[in-house]
Structures are given as C-alpha cells and as structure tokens.
C-alpha cells in the first residue's frame, strides 16, 4: 500500500505518493483512536466484573489504588473495610499530604481519628510516584517486602484500566509470582470534561506502549 507505484518516478508521482501514505496513516491513526474512546470503558467494566468474581468469597492480600482523579482513594477505603485482611496501599500522594488528610473527605464509615487508630497499622502511603509507570514499580515494590502476597487488586478510573495492566504486565515480567485484578471507577461520559480525559487517554496509551516496547524487562525492580 505504501510502497512506490511506478518504475521511474518523477516529482510529481513522488508528491502523489506521500500525500497518499500521509492521508491513509492519518485515517487509520483516526480509526484506532477512535475504537480505543469505544473500548477502553468496556475493558475496565469486563475486568471490574472478573475481580468482583474472583474476590467474592475471599480477599486480595493488597489492595492498591492509583491516585490521580476522584473517587478512587474513597473506593479503595471502602473495599479496604469489606476485606480487612487485605493490605491497603495508597500511591502517588502528594508530598503535603496524609493518611489523615486523605481520610477526611473520604466518607469511610469510621471517624477519621477511629480509622487511623483502627486501620493505619496495614495502610502505606507511597509520596514518591510521579506517573503511572512509577505507580506500577512503586506498587511491586510494596508487594516485594510483604511474605506470600500474590493478588493485588488495583483500584483507578475505568479509562486507565488498560494502560495500567499494559504497564504491570510488563513489569511483572521480571519473575514476580504476582496476580494483578483491577476494580474501576466508572467516568461519566455525557460529561466534557471526561470525554477530554479519555481522549488524552488514547494518546497516553499510545506513548506508553511505544516506551514500553524499549523497557527492559530483565532490569531488577529497584529496592
């Protein structure tokens, strides 16, 4: 499709042909972010469901939630009460904030001062993380220093859901013996400023998988 149509080519025929892979490469480019907008809301509501399943009767031993919208640390506290074995880790927290702070507008059912009396001894707050891909090592890291910890339940927006297991998935390669299951919060699309959020999202997905492609995945996780 893009390679050259004529045996002597001249400007023009050459002209022709760029202009012609151009167009093709901005309409298919069009078309995949176009079914990524459709698909992404789907995948994390198809996860959602299989972690409901799968957490049904019993729990995960880590629940960790990625910060950076609303709804999702509220999310995680409450999962935290309904499986108060699991381990509760919170990452990418502003350096001025904590667990106090944080729980204040949260609604848990306990008062604050109750939940950090109560909770705050399985509760880790990680004020490092500065983007996903940090989240990500942030969270095995966690996971590393806890004995026999297998399923991680991570918490974030249904529009992040699938860059966030891209970037586990490949972290995970380093020879973790670790499951990751994902609860999301669902946006609500007839919102603006949602759709813009998604539609940066296709472009996040896109830089990140091509970052991604140059990860190596026999780096050590740092300590």
């Known amino acids: 499709m893009f390679s050259k149509k004529y045996v002597f080519e001249t400007r023009y025929t050459r002209s022709k042909r760029l202009v012609r892979n151009v167009f093709l490469s901005i309409?298919?480019?069009?078309l995949a972010s176009s079914l990524l907008t459709i698909y992404l809301p789907m995948y994390a509501q198809k996860q959602k469901q299989a972690s409901a399943k799968a957490f049904y009767q019993k729990a995960p031993d880590v629940i960790a939630v990625f910060t950076g919208d609303s709804g999702r640390i509220e999310h995680a506290l409450k999962l935290a009460e309904?499986?108060?074995?699991?381990?509760?880790?919170?990452?990418?927290v502003y350096v001025k904030n904590n667990?106090?702070?944080?729980?204040?507008?949260?609604?848990?059912?306990?008062?604050?001062?109750?939940?950090?009396?109560?909770?705050?001894?399985?509760?880790e707050i990680d004020y490092?993380?500065?983007?996903?891909?940090?989240?990500?090592l942030a969270t095995i890291h966690y996971a590393q220093k806890?004995?026999?910890?297998?399923?991680?339940?991570?918490?974030?927006?249904?529009?992040?859901i699938l860059r966030v297991n891209l970037i586990l998935e490949t972290l995970r390669s380093s020879g973790q013996n670790l499951n990751f299951h994902y609860d999301a919060i669902e946006s609500d699309y007839t919102e603006w400023r949602n759709i813009k959020i998604l539609l940066k999202e296709v472009y996040k997905l896109f830089k990140t998988s091509t970052f991604l492609l140059f990860w190596d995945k026999e780096s050590p996780i740092p300590n």
Request: aromatic share 4%; glycine share 6%.
């Open 99 to 123: 667990l106090k702070t944080l729980l204040v507008n949260q609604g848990a059912n306990l008062s604050v001062e109750e939940y950090i009396e109560q909770e705050s001894h399985h509760i």
């Open 27 to 30: 309409v298919a480019i069009g």
């Open 146 to 160: 806890l004995p026999a910890v297998k399923d991680i339940l991570v918490i974030s927006s249904d529009y992040h």
């Open 128 to 136: 490092l993380a500065r983007n996903t891909v940090e989240n990500g």
């Open 82 to 92: 309904k499986h108060p074995s699991a381990k509760l880790f919170i990452t990418g």
